[in-house]
Nanobody
Framework: QVQLVESGGGLVQPGGSLRLSCVVS????????TGWFRQAPGKEREFVAA????????YYTNDVKGRFTISRDTAKNTVYLQMNNVKPWDTAIYFC?????????????????WGQGTQVTVSS
């Protein structure tokens, strides 16, 4: 069974940086897509970033382009979301999710497996 475990959330000041980790276990192949989504209080879950591996194609929502970077360490079965120059509106619970390589990457319904989420709070 595929399991995803996120970590790395916390409190960070505006303009600061944070790196989220998502350990992926139980997959029998190394070809998959991993997405990061976030959900702020009272709002719907929204797409943040995705990566398709092993090709390494990445996608970002416009709001985080140039600030966030998604990457994968194959040896550690871990997908990262490096968050730089964070803004107060980045505050949310961040979830990683896993899917095959086909299908739209921005649609949460296309992801088969989800982590439990990690809280990110951007505040001075």
């Amino acid at each position: 069974q595929v399991q995803l475990v996120e970590s790395g959330g916390g409190l960070v000041q505006p303009g600061g940086s944070l790196r989220l980790s998502c350990v992926v276990s139980g997959r029998t192949d190394s070809s998959y897509g991993t997405g990061w989504f976030r959900q702020a209080p009272g709002k719907e879950r929204e797409f943040v970033a995705a990566g398709m591996w092993p090709i390494g194609t990445t996608y970002y929502t416009n709001d985080v382009k140039g600030r966030f970077t998604i990457s994968r360490d194959t040896a550690k079965n871990t997908v990262y979301l490096q968050m730089n120059n964070v803004k107060p509106w980045d505050t949310a619970i961040y979830f990683c999710a896993n899917k095959g390589l086909s299908g739209p990457y921005t649609n949460a319904a296309n992801y088969d497996y989800w982590g439990q989420g990690t809280q990110v709070t951007v505040s001075s």
